[in-house]
């Protein structure tokens, strides 16, 4: 999957990082792949904006709190997955905006995920 994230100035020379996760880094988990300072091991992204990737079996539950003036999208890669009360398949894609809490279930196949927390 490629992902292009506009920067938050302009003059900022593209980049491209490429880093592998292990599966069990993100089972059952939110696991901070990318950032805008690069934190716990993730690419850096010069925008205000936390990637995370999950992979979530049957019955595995994630609850992400999405904090006042932030905004989600939620990606799914593969599988399907419960978001809140709506269920998801691969290639689906949610814009989440103006919730506290976004549960997310896993269901068989596995899922795999990725959900950007970014500024509204």
């Known amino acids: 999957m490629q992902i ?3 920067p938050e100035h302009k003059g900022i020379e593209p980049g491209y990082e490429q ?3 292990a599966i069990a880094e993100k089972q059952g988990q939110l696991k901070l792949v990318g950032s805008r300072d690069g934190r716990e091991g993730s690419i850096t992204i010069h925008q ?3 990637l995370y990737a999950a992979v979530l079996s049957a019955g595995e539950v994630i609850d992400y709190p999405l904090a006042p003036g932030r905004v ?3 990606q799914v890669a593969r ?3 419960q978001l809140n009360d709506q269920i998801l398949t691969a290639g ?6 103006q919730e506290s809490v976004m549960t997310l279930q ?3 196949p596995d899922a ?3 959900l950007f927390d970014m500024v509204a």
């Open 19 to 21: 880093k592998n996760f």
């Open 112 to 114: 795999e995920v990725l």
């Open 92 to 97: 689906d894609g949610v814009a989440i905006a």
């Open 48 to 50: 205000d904006i936390n």
């Open 106 to 108: 896993g269901s068989a």
């Open 79 to 81: 599988g399907t997955l």
């Open 72 to 74: 989600a999208w939620l």
């Open 4 to 6: 292009w994230v506009l």
